[in-house]
T-cell receptor
Framework: DQQVKQNSPSLSVQEGRISILNCDYT??????FLWYKKYPAEGPTFLIS?????DKNEDGRFTVFLNKSAKHLSLHIVPSQPGDSAVYFC????????????FGQGTTLQVKP | DAGITQSPRHKVTETGTPVTLRCHQT?????MYWYRQDPGHGLRLIHY???????DKGEVSDGYSVSRSKTEDFLLTLESATSSQTSVYFC?????????????FGPGTRLTVT
């Protein structure tokens, strides 16, 4: 039972264009959402997050949108750069007491020069 | 970067042998986590710790045990490794010693069970 789903295994975009990565969740009790980026042979690195009381959070080229009614969040990268090529994981916080995170399957982004 | 190291970084072992992976942090954070990453599954929580000698199970804990005798070290043990435990294992810590929102990950251990 996958509570956090990233239905697109891969995405390819041209440098300078917008990349949109999507994530769906099933548990309405999730109160915090995060995006991580992962390069090969490295650990995931935190990218950006959003609280369930907000619908948008922006940090430089990265913006996360949350649609609670649809149980959907998305990560926008504008403009996309070749260095953004990586696997992106969305995660939801399942418990405020333990900080346990539930991750999606990941989406591989390729940004072509 | 958070001070997290994992050892070994790569290991090949045979089915039925015990294996211990180590996570070491220099941040004095209270919360530590072990995940495994597999294609099509993302990262799945194995066990976590909320203090010295305080641990609990995650979603895929069968076949794994953990120990935390010091704040800085969190050990993951496969008592009798199976081929299904071939995976990449990541340790993570929570910032500021609280189960706050962001977790910071180590570089990973690639384990192959033959």
């Amino acid at each position: 039972d996958q509570q956090v789903k990233q239905n697109s295994p891969s995405l390819s975009v041209q440098e300078g264009r917008i990349s949109i990565l999507n994530c769906d969740y099933t548990n309405s009790m999730f109160d915090y959402f995060l995006w991580y980026k992962k390069y090969p042979a490295e650990g995931p690195t935190f990218l950006i997050s959003i609280s369930s009381i907000k619908d948008k959070n922006e940090d430089g080229r990265f913006t996360v949108f949350l649609n609670k009614s649809a149980k959907h969040l998305s990560l926008h990268i504008v403009p996309s750069q070749p260095g953004d090529s990586a696997v992106y994981f969305c995660a939801a916080r399942g418990s405020s007491n333990t900080g346990k995170l539930i991750f999606g399957q990941g989406t591989t982004l390729q940004v072509k020069p | 970067d958070a001070g997290i190291t994992q050892s070994p970084r790569h290991k090949v072992t045979e089915t039925g042998t015990p294996v211990t992976l180590r996570c070491h942090q220099t941040e004095n954070h209270r919360y530590m986590y072990w995940y495994r990453q597999d294609p099509g599954h993302g990262l799945r929580l194995i066990h976590y710790s909320y203090g010295v000698k305080d641990t609990d199970k995650g979603e895929v804990s069968d076949g794994y045990s953990v120990s935390r005798s010091k704040t800085e070290d969190f050990l993951l043990t496969l008592e009798s490794a199976t081929s299904s435990q071939t995976s990449v294992y990541f340790c993570a810590i929570s910032e500021h010693g609280e189960p706050s929102y962001e977790q910071y990950f180590g570089p990973g251990t690639r384990l192959t069970v033959t």
